[in-house]
């Protein structure tokens, strides 16, 4: 009776892609120097992350291109020099196609300015970034050069850190005689 009975049949089952985040940088730029982008991709996998980076820059916040370039990923950041830029607002945009079903598609965004240069030789702008996660945007990217995620450690927030540590400091040395006298 075993020999009639039907085979057991595998489920057909596809894991889901692991989440990928792109993000994509474009450093101050000035009127005359060619715009800098630097793209990369990220997911919480073991497995190299590998597929291509269409970059693409549109004047303002429209999806009007003015310049693109696909460039192959090797789970490191790309770095592409683009076209020279008139003053003004753009988006640069980088969208991931992974070669690997292990990992989704992602794309991100950041907003940035084209200006001119100052007085002293400096290039004065700015830059907003957005990266994004399986096509969504998210936040970070620096204004001025500087990177805006991070904390503070300078001017009042330095006396607030000292003024905590000194009471934790205090603190300690006031239970540790407590705890001395009340052992004698």
Not at 13 to 30: G, I, K, N, Q, R
Not at 141 to 158: D, E, I, K, M, R
Request: aromatic share 4%.
């Amino acid at each position: 009776m075993l020999g009639w009975a039907p085979q057991a049949q595998a489920d057909d089952y596809t894991p889901e892609p692991v989440p990928t985040e792109c993000t994509v940088e474009v450093p101050t730029s000035a009127v005359g120097r060619n715009v800098v982008l630097e793209a990369s991709v990220s997911a919480n996998s073991n497995t190299p992350i590998t597929g291509t980076v269409r970059l693409s820059i549109a004047r303002g916040s429209s999806d009007r291109e003015v310049w693109s370039t696909t460039r192959r990923y090797n789970g490191s950041r790309v770095r592409v020099e683009g076209p020279t830029l008139p003053r003004g607002n753009y988006t640069a945009t980088s969208q991931f196609t992974s070669d690997r079903e292990v990992h989704g598609d992602c794309a991100g965004s950041a907003r940035f300015q084209v200006r001119s240069k100052s007085k002293g030789g400096e290039v004065a702008g700015e830059t907003e970034g957005a990266g994004g996660s399986n096509g969504s945007g998210g936040s970070g990217g620096s204004v001025g050069g500087v990177a805006t995620g991070l904390p503070n450690t300078g001017g009042p927030h330095l006396l607030v850190l000292l003024v905590g540590l000194g009471l934790v400091a205090a603190g300690g040395g006031i239970l540790t005689r407590t705890r001395r006298t009340a052992l004698a």
